[in-house]
């Protein structure tokens, strides 16, 4: 493979063919782009991968400042190459939960270690069948491929409750995905929405700046102090292989609880996320309306809420459904053989969207490109 490649103003892609397209640039892209890399390596395929960001990162480029890991570095790696473990004397703590920050320099060099060829910022604006082939039409020119794995997350689509009266609300409403400091909400009323971790470190962050509250379906569930995300995966893994096994899986853990990462876990003991609130019945011009019928007065909501895949770019495949997937045989898509689908959540293999738990699928989805397109592999 050759290294990656940024585009000029109006500077096209340099070629109309490639064996495989990977569409996006992020940890499931680099995943599969890893094991492409070794399957191909005494073959000629041709590969090339469509990022739309202006460097590597992916989705992680687009997250808050300081956003933190669940897991130490060892259990945020993707496959071939560990997330280097930093120890440095401003933050000690570094190693146990790294920054967003040492995930995008871990991003790419990455891509530079396995000379990954990235090309951005190149948006894809759809994939449609052409005879044997799969175009795929991008703002810098369209490509014909062999094979196209998508591989573009859920970070530019967030969800966003269809909450009554949302439109009129006059204060501002941001989603964590636009989400970067407390700053600009120092010293007014916020009301954080959703219970997961993006709203524990949002929350975190905002109430020692604002006076915020959490507005939650259940009560968050927080780990013990000394429990990160390895414990998560594991009971995750152990609940996922019960299931199979038709086995009662209990609940020690699950991947919704909150981990206790230094700034929640400061906010915690300060007793800042303590203002829980139900969901919100309605909005209104200068507040929130309660299930019980009382009016608040708030200046700011940050949904974190979550996000859906992101595949408006497959729709003249016709292959997207009325819940916004694809249906895949493992990571391939039933109605399309020639398109694979990487990273999107479970459906697409089990902790696919995780960092530590996207290599399998990638695993399966190269060498499942490569038996379709007939080259030998190891």
């Given at each position: 493979?050759?290294?990656?490649?940024?585009?000029?103003?109006?500077?096209?892609?340099?070629?109309?063919?490639?064996?495989?397209?990977?569409?996006?640039?992020?940890?499931a892209?680099?995943?599969?782009?890893?094991?492409?890399?070794?399957?191909?390596r005494k073959?000629?395929?041709?590969?090339?991968?469509?990022?739309?960001?202006?460097?590597?990162?992916?989705?992680w480029?687009?997250?808050?400042?300081?956003?933190?890991?669940?897991?130490?570095?060892?259990?945020?790696?993707l496959?071939?190459?560990l997330?280097?473990?930093?120890?440095?004397?401003?933050?000690?703590?570094?190693?146990?939960?790294p920054?967003r920050?040492?995930?995008?320099g871990?991003?790419?060099?990455?891509?530079?270690?396995?000379?990954?060829?990235?090309?951005r910022?190149?948006r894809?604006?759809?994939?449609?069948?052409?005879?044997?082939?799969?175009?795929?039409?991008t703002?810098?020119?369209?490509?014909?491929?062999?094979?196209?794995?998508a591989?573009?997350?859920?970070?530019?689509r967030?969800?966003?409750?269809?909450?009554?009266?949302?439109?009129?609300?006059?204060?501002?409403?941001?989603?964590?995905g636009?989400?970067?400091?407390?700053?600009?909400?120092a010293?007014?009323?916020?009301?954080?929405?959703g219970?997961g971790?993006?709203?524990?470190?949002?929350?975190?962050?905002v109430s020692?700046?604002?006076?915020?509250?959490?507005?939650?379906?259940?009560?968050p569930?927080?780990l013990?102090?000394?429990?990160?995300?390895?414990v998560?995966?594991?009971?995750?893994?152990?609940?996922y292989?019960?299931?199979?096994?038709?086995?009662?899986?209990?609940?020690?853990?699950?991947?919704?609880?909150?981990?206790?990462?230094?700034?929640?876990?400061?906010?915690?003991?300060?007793?800042r996320?303590?203002?829980l609130?139900?969901?919100i019945?309605?909005?209104?011009?200068?507040?929130?309306?309660?299930?019980?019928g009382?009016?608040?007065?708030?200046?700011?909501?940050?949904w974190?809420?979550?996000?859906?895949?992101?595949?408006?770019?497959?729709?003249?495949?016709?292959?997207?459904?009325?819940a916004?997937?694809?249906?895949?045989?493992?990571?391939?898509?039933?109605?399309?053989?020639r398109?694979?689908?990487?990273?999107?959540?479970?459906?697409?293999g089990?902790?696919?969207?995780?960092?530590?738990?996207?290599?399998?699928?990638?695993?399966v989805?190269?060498?499942?490109v490569?038996?379709?397109?007939?080259?030998?592999?190891?």
């Amino acid at each position: 493979m050759t290294p990656a490649h940024s585009l000029a103003p109006g500077e096209g892609l340099p070629f109309a063919e490639r064996d495989v397209a990977v569409v996006g640039g992020g940890q499931a892209a680099l995943a599969v782009g890893y094991h492409l890399a070794r399957e191909l390596r005494k073959t000629d395929a041709t590969v090339a991968f469509f990022d739309d960001r202006a460097g590597p990162g992916g989705a992680w480029r687009g997250t808050w400042d300081s956003l933190r890991l669940f897991s130490p570095a060892e259990w945020s790696s993707l496959p071939g190459y560990l997330l280097p473990r930093h120890l440095g004397d401003a933050d000690p703590e570094a190693a146990e939960a790294p920054h967003r920050d040492d995930v995008l320099g871990y991003f790419a060099a990455y891509e530079a270690r396995y000379e990954l060829p990235v090309w951005r910022p190149v948006r894809v604006t759809a994939v449609r069948r052409d005879g044997d082939r799969l175009r795929v039409e991008t703002d810098r020119g369209d490509v014909r491929a062999r094979a196209v794995v998508a591989a573009t997350g859920t970070a530019s689509r967030p969800v966003v409750p269809d909450v009554p009266g949302r439109e009129a609300f006059g204060g501002v409403q941001i989603h964590s995905g636009a989400y970067r400091s407390a700053e600009p909400f120092a010293g007014q009323r916020v009301l954080v929405v959703g219970g997961g971790n993006s709203g524990a470190q949002i929350l975190a962050e905002v109430s020692a700046v604002a006076d915020a509250s959490w507005a939650v379906e259940t009560t968050p569930r927080f780990l013990p102090a000394d429990v990160d995300g390895r414990v998560l995966f594991d009971a995750a893994t152990a609940r996922y292989h019960a299931l199979k096994s038709g086995e009662d899986p209990g609940r020690p853990y699950g991947l919704g609880d909150v981990v206790q990462v230094p700034s929640v876990r400061a906010a915690k003991e300060a007793g800042r996320l303590d203002d829980l609130r139900p969901p919100i019945a309605r909005l209104t011009a200068a507040g929130v309306v309660w299930p019980d019928g009382t009016e608040e007065s708030v200046d700011v909501v940050i949904w974190c809420t979550g996000f859906r895949p992101a595949l408006e770019f497959l729709a003249p495949l016709g292959v997207i459904d009325d819940a916004g997937r694809v249906t895949v045989e493992a990571t391939r898509s039933v109605a399309e053989p020639r398109l694979w689908l990487v990273g999107y959540g479970s459906w697409t293999g089990f902790a696919s969207a995780t960092l530590v738990g996207v290599g399998r699928s990638a695993r399966v989805t190269a060498r499942e490109v490569i038996q379709s397109l007939s080259f030998p592999t190891s």
